[in-house]
């Protein structure tokens, strides 16, 4: 992207006032997207944006300054006017850069660049005809197709010299149903770390049915119960909630600020012997996947929480610092605007031994929670509320009609505690995360599971 003797002339003026650490993140990225709205397509967007982030390290400061300005006196320039907020004290040392060769963990088929649009656009009417056959009931469906390919070149002041190339690759399905005035959605939006191999191979009659069934499903639903009630909550997205409620409090972004309910307590019981909670990056072509983070590091299999007993954070360099722990591999950054900290990528619960008939037989009376749906967190203390997509009544140890407006309401680390059935179906789910380093694809994922009690918000009384 830029010659090794240009970056090495920009990490060395990052580090001119004291610094004891500079780092260059150069991205080329591009990336499409196509929307389908009433059997037509209402957009198409392809963009392209090149640019370059540089750090620089003094003790626990830390500076940050990004440009698209790649010729050498602009990188320079941008990198001296970032080192004059650092206040000396450094050494100040370049190591020699050294190339780092590393095998990629994703199979890429079809770079989605070389993809004309046509054929991405007959995927999406696929699936919208899918969508809209499902059922009479089905009034609109919508559909966004998005692929992105990003390359990184990382280098920093100890010798790291790595690039890197990622492609993601999504389509989001939303289907909305009506009957006189009841109106109704269902929303499926499965997703990889692949090229537009996945996107052809996709089972539209799963996915896009699914979408529709949820819709059609949840017409007429009875009102929602509210109360305390034992929750059944499936596999796959279902993960979101450990995601908001506990993954984020297992980020070194809260965790070395003494922020988290978890900080300082390594080795401590935190959930039950059943419950394993895992962040792992290495996963082939899993949506929230890399070959290496956003600081160059190889991602890994960072276990959490292991047989209840809380093991390890998700950290990154800096942090690592503020910690006097090791980087393992989760600094993440939307683009070269942000700077990078630790961030989640694919975030399970390991699965257990129960099967899913038998956590439903052994429950009398609670909530089936099938799809989850969007929420809210408070970070610091965990508190949260979330909506359910899809929900039924369990009753006799049978799952029974379907119930609207039901909203879980906890805190995500009591919620773990209160963990007493994991299945052995583990799945996972792509989607979204937002954070101060920027949005990006993640997994979520877990076995089906039960929690002893949670706050049920519903739409009429218990």
């Not at 206040?87 to 770079?111: C, D, M, R, W, Y």
């Not at 990154?316 to 070269?336: L, P």
Request: charged share 25%; proline share 3%.
């Amino acid at each position: 992207m830029i010659k090794q003797s240009v970056i090495e002339n920009v990490l060395e003026a990052a580090l001119s006032t004291g610094g004891d650490f500079s780092e260059v993140f150069i991205e080329d990225k591009f990336v499409n997207s196509i929307e389908l709205q009433s059997n037509k397509i209402e957009r198409s967007i392809s963009g392209r944006d090149f640019g370059i982030g540089i750090r620089i390290f003094s003790g626990l400061q830390n500076v940050y300054t990004y440009t698209s300005d790649f010729t050498e006196e602009g990188l320079i320039e941008a990198a001296k006017r970032a080192a004059l907020a650092i206040s000396g004290g450094g050494n100040g040392i370049i190591h020699p850069l050294q190339k780092e060769v590393i095998k990629p963990i994703h199979t890429i088929a079809q770079l989605p660049q070389t993809v004309e649009n046509a054929r991405k656009v007959a995927v999406m009417r696929k699936a919208n005809e899918i969508a809209r056959n499902y059922d009479e009931r089905i009034r609109q469906v919508g559909l966004r197709y998005y692929d992105e390919e990003q390359n990184v070149l990382i280098a920093n002041s100890e010798g790291k010299f790595v690039e890197d190339k990622r492609v993601h690759s999504r389509l989001a399905i939303q289907s909305t149903a009506s009957e006189g005035a009841e109106m109704q959605s269902g929303f499926y939006g499965p997703g990889a770390h692949a090229g537009f191999e996945f996107i052809e191979n996709l089972d539209l009659q799963h996915y896009a049915g699914e979408a529709s069934r949820i819709a059609v499903t949840m017409l007429g639903a009875d009102e929602c119960p509210s109360g305390k009630f034992p929750v059944i909550i499936d596999n796959e997205f279902g993960g979101v909630i450990f995601h908001e409620a506990c993954g984020h409090g297992l980020e070194a972004t809260s965790v070395a600020k003494n922020t988290s309910v978890f900080a300082n307590r390594i080795g401590e019981k935190v959930a039950p012997d059943i419950v394993t909670y895992i962040d792992d990056g290495t996963l082939p072509n899993e949506w929230g996947s890399l070959t290496i983070d956003d600081e160059g590091e190889r991602t890994r299999k960072n276990v959490l929480i292991e047989n209840g007993i809380l093991k390890g954070y998700m950290i990154d360099k800096f942090n690592a610092r503020r910690m006097n722990a090791e980087a393992t591999g989760s600094s993440r950054r939307q683009s070269y605007r942000f700077n990078p900290t630790s961030r989640m990528t694919n975030t399970y619960i390991a699965p257990g031994k129960s099967t899913p008939e038998e956590i439903i037989a052994s429950t009398e009376n609670g909530i089936y929670a099938k799809y989850m749906g969007g929420g809210q967190v408070n970070p610091a203390t965990g508190d949260y509320n979330f909506a359910v997509a899809e929900a039924y009544l369990v009753k006799d140890g049978k799952i029974g009609r379907p119930i609207r407006g039901a909203t879980l309401i906890g805190n995500g680390a009591k919620t773990l505690q209160l963990v007493d059935k994991v299945g052995n179906n583990l799945a996972h789910g792509a989607g979204m995360c937002g954070s101060v380093s920027g949005s990006l694809p993640v997994n979520v994922g877990q076995p089906m599971l039960r929690v002893s009690e949670i706050t049920v918000g519903g739409t009429k009384g218990e």
